[in-house]
């Protein structure tokens, strides 16, 4: 096989890519099947993936179920992005003692040492993984945590063949193919994967697979099937941006309906693979010589998020999400050069009440006054 060009993997020889992960020092993580979702977990080998399993998604609504066939990616994202692997749910940044006799000592911490290569990593999270580094990495103070866990991290993508009716990645440029960001790309075909490689390990490992060159019709096979995972996606974003009228209509009527539904919960900030926020506070011994200084994921959608002395800036439901969507869609561009919204769909899935902001958008868009 060409150097740089696909191989073809029998999903028999799934087992063979597991082995050469360990082999080169990373501990497999991939989708897994745990009470009812697909979830990211450790995996031992390739009977841990889901097999023959679809999941049906809508607004506020999740299952998964059986499917006729055996393929392991035929389903969309679930809950998890990479987001928690990289920018932990909590971490503990320091450590302060008191000796009884002198002074305060201040201790950093590290983030457990581990190598991980992700399994099934889909175009949309790519994306997102790309919008994180740049919020965490560059700048002169890049966040020594996410860095730690950046540099060890191995990344399987697989391209998309059965989006969920929340997806909507096509949209917003970011699926359904993986076109960068990954050291290897799996595409999924009946008989098994069209494998190719996106970084000089990728390439390593594919070297190491011996795999032979795909048969005749594979590669138009796998372009079919990407262009319609594409074509079918019921939802999507419109074009363009919208940070003007997003930011000079906040008194937008539309925003009072939405509150109206929002229980300001905060899964949809949980969920999006884009979001950063967090808060830091102590957490001190009861002995009073031990401190630890905590860092967890925060949102727009908490009280203490937009505390300034002495109260809330966002004191209700409505300025909340109104920060969160304009922020989303609009005020990334001045931050990021871009939206924040990958178009992965799960904050419409994950929201209990079922908001799609897909929905709500034209409606945020239309002038009030008619003009
Ligand atoms: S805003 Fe929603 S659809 Fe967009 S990236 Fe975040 S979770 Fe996904
Ligand atoms: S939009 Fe939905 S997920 Fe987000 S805070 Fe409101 S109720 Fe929770």
Request: charged content about 25%; overall charge negative.
């Amino acid at each position: 096989m060409p150097e740089g060009s696909q191989g073809f993997l029998k999903r028999e020889r799934l087992q063979d890519l597991f082995d050469l992960l360990v082999r080169f020092g990373f501990e497999p993580v991939g989708p897994r099947v745990q009470d009812g979702i697909i979830v990211y977990a450790p995996l031992s080998g390739p009977e841990d993936l889901p097999w023959g399993v679809r999941d049906l998604q809508d607004p506020g609504s999740y299952r998964i179920e059986p499917d006729l066939g055996e393929r392991n990616f035929s389903w969309a994202n679930g809950p998890q992005a990479l987001k928690p692997f990289l920018f932990a749910p909590r971490d503990t940044l320091w450590e302060s003692r008191r000796d009884i006799s002198g002074p305060l000592s201040f201790s950093p911490l590290s983030p457990p040492n581990r190598r991980l290569a992700v399994i099934g990593v889909r175009s949309c999270d790519l994306a997102a993984l790309s919008l994180q580094d740049r919020h965490f990495l560059k700048g002169p103070f890049p966040d020594p945590f996410y860095k730690a866990r950046r540099q060890d991290l191995l990344l399987i993508a697989v391209d998309c063949s059965h989006p969920a009716r929340t997806c909507f990645c096509a949209s917003t440029g970011d699926g359904p193919e993986a076109r960068s960001g990954f050291d290897l790309a799996l595409g999924e075909l009946d008989e098994g994967f069209l494998v190719r490689p996106g970084s000089d390990l990728g390439r390593t490992l594919l070297r190491e697979l011996s795999l032979a060159p795909p048969a005749p019709g594979m590669e138009e096979r796998l372009t079919a099937q990407t262009d319609h995972a594409a074509s079918v996606q019921e939802r999507h974003l419109p074009p363009g941006e919208f940070r003007h009228d997003l930011v000079s209509r906040p008194d937008h009527p539309h925003w009072a309906q939405i509150a109206a539904r929002c229980l300001s919960c905060g899964n949809c900030t949980a969920v999006c693979p884009t979001c950063f926020c967090f808060s830091e506070r102590e957490e001190p011994a009861l002995d009073g010589h031990h401190s630890l200084h905590v860092r967890e994921w925060d949102s727009c959608f908490t009280a203490g998020h937009s505390y300034l002395h002495p109260a809330p800036l966002r004191e209700d439901t409505r300025v909340r999400y109104r920060q969160w969507l304009t922020h989303k869609l609009g005020t990334w561009h001045d931050q990021y050069g871009r939206s924040g919204c990958v178009g992965c769909g799960r904050c419409l899935t994950w929201c209990p009440v079922g908001i799609d902001f897909t929905d709500d958008l034209p409606r945020l868009l239309e002038d009030p006054d008619g003009g």
